[in-house]
């Protein structure tokens, strides 16, 4: 598979630039990969933030309440435990 790649020009403020061209130099990285890295985490926690956030709106609490509630089941294993 061919990766698409596709050029954008950033403006950075002169310290701000200087501050990742010494990160990314002391890191044997380049700005560019310095920049693609940090853009990719940041997407990848708003993303995570956006599905707990769809998975809570789907919770039932009153229901996990019930469920850690009930009676019943086995014991936990003696490794499984707590020290």
Request: glycine share 4%.
């Amino acid at each position: 598979m061919k990766r698409q790649l596709s050029t954008y020009p950033l403006r950075l403020p002169a310290s701000l630039k200087a501050a990742v061209a010494e990160i990314s130099k002391a890191d044997g990285t380049s700005i560019n990969q310095f920049v693609t890295t940090a853009v990719a985490e940041k997407v990848s926690a708003m993303k995570t933030a956006e599905f707990f956030t769809e998975r809570a709106s789907r919770a039932d609490i009153t229901a996990a309440r019930r469920l850690l509630r009930r009676d019943g089941g086995q014991p936990p294993e003696p490794e499984d435990r707590i020290r």
